[in-house]
C-alpha cells in the first residue's frame, strides 16, 4: 500500500499570503494518479487538483498543483479567507488507493 | 448537476450489518465514464476508500474490508448500496458516496454530504 505522508500538519498563515503543502508518497505513483482535495468543517471533501496538475471544474486558478513520482505540492497563491480548512491528497494510481492524514490551514 | 445522497440508520448494533443507500440525481448511474463508490471517514480522523463499482456491475474492494463488504447497483432506480457485516466500533464513521471519474479508483468529482453511523456496543 502507498503510504501518502503531508506535511506540514498544520500550515498559520494570514490572508494574501502563500500557501505551500507538501505530499510525499512511500512509492512512486507513475501515472501522475494524485489529488488535492479541500475539506471544510461538516462538509465533505472538495475536488481541487487531479492528475497532480489539474484544476477542476470551477476551482480558482490560485489553486495549483505540480509534482511527479514521490513528491507533489499543492499551492495556493494568495490565501482568501474561504480557503482555510483541511487538504488532503489522495494517491488513484494502486490499489488500495490511499489519502494523506491532511494539513489544517489555520489563520494566523 | 449530479447530486448523491445517503441514506440510513444512524445507530447500528455491535456485531451487525450496516446497510447504506445512496441515491443519484441529476445524471444516469449508467454513465460509461463514471464509477461509484464509498469512502468513509472516522471522527476527527482522514479519509478511507471502501469500495468502487461499475454500473455493469463490475466490483473493487479496499483488500482491508473485502471480507465484510458487499456492494451492489441499482440502475433501475439510479441507487447503490452498500452492506457492511459484523461491525464494531472501528466502523463509526461519516461515510460518503461518491462518484469517481476518469479510473476506477478517483480522482472523486462528487460528493454526497455524507452520513454520520455510529456503532454501539
Known amino acids: 500500500e502507498i503510504v501518502l505522508t503531508q506535511s506540514p500538519g498544520t500550515l498559520s498563515l494570514s490572508s494574501g499570503e502563500r500557501a505551500t503543502l507538501s505530499c510525499r508518497a512511500s512509492?512512486?505513483?507513475?501515472?501522475?494518479?494524485l489529488a488535492w482535495y479541500q475539506q471544510k468543517p461538516g462538509q465533505a471533501p472538495r475536488l481541487l487538483i487531479y492528475?497532480?496538475?489539474s484544476r477542476a471544474t470551477g476551482i480558482p486558478d490560485r489553486f495549483s498543483g505540480s509534482g511527479s513520482g514521490t513528491d507533489f505540492t499543492l499551492t495556493i497563491s494568495r490565501l482568501e479567507p474561504e480557503d482555510f480548512a483541511v487538504y488532503y491528497c489522495?494517491?488513484?494510481?494502486?490499489?488500495?488507493?490511499?489519502f494523506g492524514q491532511g494539513t489544517k490551514l489555520e489563520i494566523k | 448537476q449530479v447530486q448523491l445522497q445517503e441514506s440510513g440508520p444512524g445507530l447500528v448494533k455491535s456485531s451487525e450489518t450496516l446497510s447504506l443507500m445512496c441515491s443519484v440525481s441529476?445524471?444516469?448511474?449508467?454513465?460509461?465514464?463514471?464509477?461509484w463508490g464509498w469512502i468513509r471517514q472516522p471522527p476527527g480522523k482522514g479519509l478511507e476508500w471502501i469500495v468502487t463499482i461499475y454500473y455493469s456491475g463490475s466490483t473493487y474492494y479496499n483488500p482491508s474490508l473485502r471480507s465484510r463488504v458487499t456492494i451492489s447497483v441499482d440502475t433501475s432506480n439510479n441507487q447503490v448500496s452498500l452492506n457492511l457485516r459484523s461491525a464494531t466500533a472501528a466502523d463509526t464513521a461519516v461515510y460518503y458516496c461518491v462518484r469517481l471519474s476518469t479510473t476506477i479508483f478517483g480522482p472523486v468529482d462528487v460528493w454526497g454530504p455524507g452520513t454520520t453511523v455510529t456503532v454501539s456496543s
Open positions: 441529476g445524471g444516469s448511474i449508467k454513465s460509461i465514464s463514471h464509477y
Open positions: 512509492q512512486s505513483i507513475d501515472r501522475s494518479y
Open positions: 489522495h494517491q488513484y494510481d494502486t490499489s488500495p488507493v490511499t
Open positions: 492528475g497532480a496538475s
